[in-house]
């Protein structure tokens, strides 16, 4: 069984380009999670989604960051104009959240961006 | 202060020992905690929640102080292969929005 997909796995950059993560969830599950970790600031979540709709972007850190979630298998992460500061590695993660169940979140392998 | 604060680390411990970690969260309306285990490089992956009464899954058991609001794990009898970063996971109330602790770096030596 497939876990979360996220792609790229590596992207370089120019300062000012737009850079846009993919990420296809486990299917069946109906909370989709995105995070940063930064070695100066760790593992951050930047926004949610429930059901294909967002519920929290209050870690989103500025305008220049957007996401989406168009269908249940499939959201992206948009940074326009990218900077160097937003080089990190990017984890979208996935859960089936019930009543008594773990809230386990599986975590994709990541996109380690490099912005130059 | 930050929301969850863990041990900096690193720990280093030889093969056998027993090693507790700690975490404190700042937000008394929580309502899941969790410790979360991430390889260099890797991807972080669920360890084992934590639930009031205390819980064990072989090696490691997790404890939580809603009172003090700290969590907890011990590992005992280390392998080299739990060398990792553990990471305390706390869920406040009303929602999922998930806060990680900075990690606490665990080398195991043989």
């Known amino acids: 069984d497939a876990g979360v997909i996220q792609s790229p796995r590596h992207e370089v950059t120019e300062m000012g380009q737009e850079v846009t993560l993919r990420c296809k969830p486990i299917s069946g599950h109906d909370y989709l999670f995105w995070y940063r970790q930064t070695m100066m600031r760790g593992l951050e979540l930047l926004i949610y989604f429930n059901n294909n709709v967002p519920i929290d972007d209050s870690g989103m850190p500025e305008d220049r960051f957007s996401a989406k979630m168009p269908n249940a298998s499939f959201s992206t992460l948009k940074i326009q104009p990218s900077e160097p500061r937003d080089s990190a590695v990017y984890f979208c993660?996935?859960?089936?959240?019930?009543?008594?169940?773990?809230?386990?979140?599986?975590f994709g392998p990541g996109t380690r961006l490099t912005v130059t | 202060r930050k929301e969850v604060e863990q041990d900096p680390g690193p720990f280093n411990v030889p093969e056998g020992a027993t090693v507790a970690f700690n975490c404190t969260y700042s937000?008394?309306?929580?309502?899941?905690f969790f410790w979360y285990r991430q390889d260099c490089r890797k991807e972080p992956k669920l360890l084992m929640s934590?639930?009031?009464s205390g819980n064990e899954d072989g090696r490691f058991t997790a404890q939580l102080n809603r009172a003090s609001q700290y969590i907890s794990l011990l590992i005992r009898d280390s392998k080299l292969s739990d060398s990792a970063t553990y990471l305390c996971v706390v869920i406040p109330t009303g929602g999922f929005k998930t806060i990680f602790g900075a990690g606490t770096r665990l080398f195991v030596k043989a």
């Open positions: 993660a996935s859960s089936l959240i019930r009543q008594g169940s773990s809230y386990e979140q599986y």
């Open positions: 934590v639930y009031s």
């Open positions: 937000n008394s309306a929580s309502q899941s």
